[in-house]
């Protein structure tokens, strides 16, 4: 064993066999390696592998019987008892996260539930910090909006981890397919952008740009809706008019592929916008380019959000039932926890979203 | 002991003991009162005094020492450890508490710390009980948006129980003047509101009605500043140009007086809101009533939040730096955890607002 970042020896090897025990390859009752196998594999003196054990018994994830050896402690009955859950969240204070944390912090208080709040801000490595944090602590279930999921994930590993210590776990927003039959409360992406391509043709457009998130299977769901919903009403898909762009690059790209767009006067008489946000942004850009919605050019969003209303004309979107999504989650969540066999038992609710009309497109 | 609610008697003598411990009336390592006391005090048999007695040890609240008598657990080196804080505030998904919860978050996860969560929709009902749950729960602090701040509370008991248990806590956005001494980050709410009825006077208004929020501290305080303003502007302060309203009141009251006022012709050429929500929510009664902002009346906010820019008239309004405040409670927090004279160094952090001047004003 290396002593890599100054960190002492004993240390090392307590993180290591922590690490072994939450992520579930040392489980509760099983008998660890003995100190002379500890000794001889991690090259270390018996007083540091004793010091390892004895800080490791203190804190709770061993106990030695003596004469016969150090085993792991079983934490499921104090977890069991904890009345926590983990929520974690890509992001908690924007757009419409807060009103998805309000239904499930609605529906968990009501159950005497109290919910741990984490938040990534979409990044990977926020997002293993919280599962390791969470793992150690006792919490009897989680509700996780996956960070990028449209991305190879490292964090994969977790959710077996999860699975081990019998934590269920209900996604939100996203999933991966690498995990297609666990509890999850989605929208229907693909149907909801089918909605709003439909529409537009059926209002006779011809020349749809379609702005779609890369890092998460929403915008990939949404992209697809947009690709069928091409094809099935005769227009043609180009891959020219799709705009991709990913978590790091939103307040930029997307918009400055549409000025080029509209500066090289690139024939496109609708935007198809990943979500409100984005079509949000998209005003301020087409009043400098002097175009006006929807005389010159229709664009949609995705969400049903406070900006959807909020726009210098009031953007046709897609619903998004928020509070209830919150709620759903957290419904299905407390039925896993009460359901010894949830494993075998998997929920899975897809909400069909609705086409809303509004200002933001006309016939052409 | 009555039994009430049809539970069990050794359950209401549980509880009690329990909330004798949670509360601090019994101190970790005090002896609680013997069998033969308990079996007298509540007239109960010995079997049930034991039967809760025995439910309590297991659950880590008391331990018993043979021969010597049964003696209230420590609970306070799990505590110290649990890298948990609770959070309270009276709203979760609205207007600006997203900011200021996403502030406390990035604080606390940069150091390692969990929020636990809690959401009372401004009710002290479910204080009490978001309360209770944190004293049984391992918190190592608590940020806490006190629930109608203004009024009479039954629960500045708990407050006692903090302080006697040492778990450190920061008072957010109000407080109470029974616990003035205490740690917090608030707006200087008096100071905010003088700046923009100042403002309102030296652009020549002669009848600003104030409408002020009657049940917690901030309301309480704009209305002084209101009042301030206009005696050293030389205005006459009048109680029927103010409009009081608690928070069940909310969606109704402010609107329904406004619209009395002006029917019957009430001369009103500026509405001071308590924040930019009865701002904004004010526009759509005055363009119903045919007032054009602010031609025929100026509007103004407090907060500078989102709706203001979203008016159909760009609100003029106050700071607040949302975040910034949530950012400044966390820390605070964290240096009186690490602090074991906290109770003697509190540390209370006054914000100065700023007058942001939009398009809702104009000279009279």
Request: hydrophobic residues 35%; charged residues 25%; proline residues 4%.
């Given at each position: ?12 090897l ?12 040392i ?35 061993l ?122 409360v ?59 762009y ?39 850009l ?31 979107t ?44 006309r016939?052409?």
């Open positions: 064993m290396q002593s890599r970042n100054n960190q002492p020896k004993y240390y090392m307590m993180e290591h066999l922590k690490e072994e025990i939450l992520m579930g390859r489980m509760p009752g099983e008998q660890i390696p003995s100190e002379n196998t500890l000794t001889e594999t991690h090259k270390l003196s018996r007083h540091t592998v004793r010091k390892a054990i004895s800080m490791l018994v203190n804190e709770g994830y106990y030695t019987e003596h004469g016969r050896g150090t085993f792991c402690l079983s934490r499921s009955s104090k977890r069991n008892d904890s009345k926590n859950i983990g929520v974690i969240m890509t992001y908690i204070s924007e757009y419409i996260f807060p009103r998805v944390i309000e239904g499930i912090e609605r529906v968990l208080s009501n159950n005497k539930y109290s919910i741990i709040l984490k938040n990534t801000s979409n990044i990977l490595n926020n997002e293993a910090l919280y599962f390791e944090d969470l793992l150690s602590k006792d919490i009897e279930g989680l509700i996780i909006e996956p960070t990028k999921s449209a991305l190879f994930s490292n964090n994969l590993k977790f959710y077996e981890a999860f699975d081990k210590h019998n934590i269920p776990y209900v996604f939100l927003h996203g999933d991966y397919r690498e995990l297609e039959g666990k509890s999850k989605v929208l229907d992406d693909v149907a909801g952008m089918y909605s709003v391509v439909e529409y537009l043709a059926k209002l006779g457009h011809k020349n749809i740009v379609g702005i779609f998130k890369a890092d998460d299977t929403q915008g990939i769901d949404r992209h697809r809706g947009y690709a069928k919903a091409l094809t099935d009403t005769g227009l043609p898909y180009d891959p020219d008019s799709v705009i991709w990913h978590t790091e690059e939103q307040e930029i790209k997307p918009f400055a592929i549409i000025k080029q767009m509209l500066e090289e006067k690139r024939n496109i008489d609708a935007i198809a916008c990943y979500n409100d946000e984005i079509a949000f942004k998209m005003f301020p087409l009043n400098k380019l002097g175009l006006k919605v929807p005389d010159d050019i229709s664009i949609t969003g995705f969400d049903d959000s406070f900006l959807s209303e909020n726009c210098p004309v009031k953007l046709t897609v619903s998004h039932p928020k509070e209830v999504l919150g709620e759903e989650a957290a419904k299905i969540l407390l039925q896993l926890i009460n359901d010894k066999n949830y494993k075998n038992n998997p929920i899975q609710k897809i909400i069909i979203p609705k086409l809303i009309i509004k200002d933001s497109c016939k052409r």
